[in-house]
């Protein structure tokens, strides 16, 4: 891969995270349940962080013509910030959860696409710096993609026992 492919890589990678900065602040003040406007106000900054990563390892590829050295580890990665099984789930209000559900449904799926993106750009990159940024941001993509799948089964399931129903 040469380095004008990087550099069309980390550009889209960058419009993505831009967007869902967008995405996570226009819905924060949609969102219902307190314990997703939290999630969404820390997403919204992640976002931006990985956007600036990413801008600065493309100003570094585009100048240099290779990529730096990452250090992962000091990353904001929001593995953290989906609490399920520490929070409090008596303190939720599952109305309000189940109200958010499609927002959280269109979180899930830009979380997915995103994943999916840079595991395919990770696959196909040759520099180890490259293919050890664009993992580390597919694994932190994963984790957000499954972490909503458990506030929408969580929500749901919720709302179903509320309800006296079970549709099993």
Not at 23 to 39: G, P
Request: with cysteine; charged share 35%; glycine share 2%.
């Amino acid at each position: 891969m040469n380095n004008s492919n990087y550099v069309e890589i980390l550009k889209y990678a960058m419009n993505m995270e831009q967007k869902a900065s967008e995405f996570y602040k226009m819905y924060l003040d949609k969102v219902q349940e307190n314990s997703n406007k939290e999630i969404f106000k820390e997403l919204a900054d992640m976002e931006d962080d990985h956007y600036n990563i990413l801008n600065e390892q493309c100003q570094k590829l585009e100048n240099n013509g290779s990529f730096d050295q990452v250090d992962v580890s000091k990353l904001k990665g929001g593995e953290d910030i989906f609490k399920i099984n520490e929070r409090d789930i008596k303190s939720m209000d599952f109305n309000k959860a189940v109200d958010d559900l499609p927002i959280l449904r269109m979180a899930y799926a830009m979380e997915s696409d995103f994943a999916k993106f840079y595991d395919e750009a990770a696959k196909k990159a040759e520099d180890p710096n490259a293919k050890k940024l664009l993992e580390t941001l597919a694994s932190w993509e994963i984790a957000h993609r499954d972490s909503f799948d458990a506030e929408i089964k969580l929500a749901t399931e919720n709302s179903w026992f509320s309800n006296s129903f079970s549709p099993f």
